[in-house]
């Protein structure tokens, strides 16, 4: 028998985010973002569900072209736009859309032959200081990409750094707004926390990643359920020890935990080489048969241990959820493990190890 632990992904979790989406910008077309393998989720197994929205937005080639075999014959964008000039004859051949965000990228689709125009998506750098052309720079790399005769139709993007926080999205909207002011094409601002946060903008387009996961952009100002987004990803396993400790008793590697009175504790077949953060100290929630508990002790690479006092029924090969969905319609949010391990998320959902089996449902 295999070990017991299994990643889940469940497709109507999926559909039911993709839809609160929907919801939230009723007249905007909708990214999915799948990149990094869907979040960790696998584009193959999310495909299915996601097809609802109008494209799919990603970064790399390799992505995108299992898309294509996939069958989806919609949009696709390339966030970060190509990464050599060689990568445009992919773009030519399945018809990708891709961010422009460099001189670079400019200089390689001038020198690109091809008989299929692309469609990009100029990128400004309002005030994230990542990707971008500046404001003043940019009105002159849209008049370069507009005599160009490989470049069919150019949309403006920009991205947030802060619509999940107080300073907000204001700064940047004006800032793209005064630059973009008098010029053509279709707009894509919001992620996540701008769809949530920020409902109204501006935008033909917004991209949804993390909320699609059901995971909250902003946690812990609001959690999963404020927004009403289902957990699309749960991480579950079994006890394959228990243990009774005395006061005075330790519990694993460093003797990070010290039992002050008697205690029944169980072995969870689950530990950081699973993808569980190794940071989520002594109470890290857990569910037990669908009871809250908490984590003892350190992290090991195939091991946890849980304080089985809120659940005394437990015993060998009781289920135990790491995050998502547990029996009897019980829930524990990724981002609650996130955050007592010091992460987001997002960095959770993206490290499940290859050696989790994964199924769906
Ligand atoms: C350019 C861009 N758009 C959209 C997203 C989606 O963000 P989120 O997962 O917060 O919705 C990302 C993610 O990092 C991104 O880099």
């Known amino acids: ?26 007249d905007a077309r909708l990214w999915a973002v799948v990149k990094a393998n869907a979040y960790g989720h696998g584009l193959e197994r999310v495909y299915e569900a996601l097809r609802a929205a109008d494209g799919f937005a990603l970064l790399d080639l390799d992505e995108a072209q299992r898309l294509r075999h996939l069958g989806w014959r919609g949009p696709i964008l390339l966030l970060e736009g190509v990464f ?17 965000h460099c ?51 150019i949309s403006l993007v920009t991205h947030f750094s802060d619509a999940d926080g107080p300073r907000g999205v204001d700064h940047q909207v004006a800032t793209f707004e005064a630059a973009t002011r008098d010029l053509p094409g279709e707009r894509s601002l919001s992620n996540s926390a701008a769809i949530l946060r920020h409902p109204g903008l501006r935008t033909d387009w917004v991209r949804a990643g993390i909320l699609s996961y059901g995971s909250a952009p902003d946690h812990p100002e609001h959690d999963a359920a404020h927004w009403g987004l289902q957990p699309a990803m749960t991480l579950r396993s079994r006890l394959i020890g228990i243990q009774q400790l005395e006061p005075g008793d330790t519990v694993g590697y460093g003797s990070r935990f010290t039992a ?56 060998l090969g009781s289920v135990v959820t790491l995050w998502g969905q547990g029996p009897a ?7 609650e493990v996130a955050q007592a391990a010091g992460t987001i998320g997002y960095e959770l959902m993206c490290a499940i190890a290859p050696r989790v089996p994964v199924v769906t449902d």
């Open 1 to 26: 028998m295999p070990r017991p632990i299994e990643a889940c992904i469940h497709s109507a979790a999926l559909t039911h985010n993709l839809s609160r989406a929907r919801d939230m910008a009723p």
């Open 84 to 100: 050599e000039p060689r990568d445009l004859e992919l773009c030519s051949r399945l018809g990708l859309w891709h961010v422009v």
């Open 103 to 153: 001189e670079a990228q400019i200089d390689w689709l001038a020198a690109h032959k091809t008989h299929q125009p692309h469609r990009v998506f100029l990128k400004m750098n309002s005030g994230m200081n990542r990707l971008g052309f500046t404001p003043t720079a940019f009105r002159g790399a849209w008049a370069r990409l507009n005599v160009l005769p490989q470049v069919d139709e």
């Open 260 to 315: 002050e009175r008697a205690m029944r504790i169980g072995i969870v077949a689950c530990g950081y080489a699973d993808g569980y953060p190794r940071h989520a100290g002594t109470g890290t929630p857990v569910l037990v048969e669908g009871v809250r508990c908490g984590t003892v002790g350190r992290v090991s690479m195939d091991m946890l241990a849980v304080d089985l006092s809120p659940v005394p029924a437990a015993g």
């Open 329 to 335: 319609g019980s829930l524990l949010a990724i981002d």
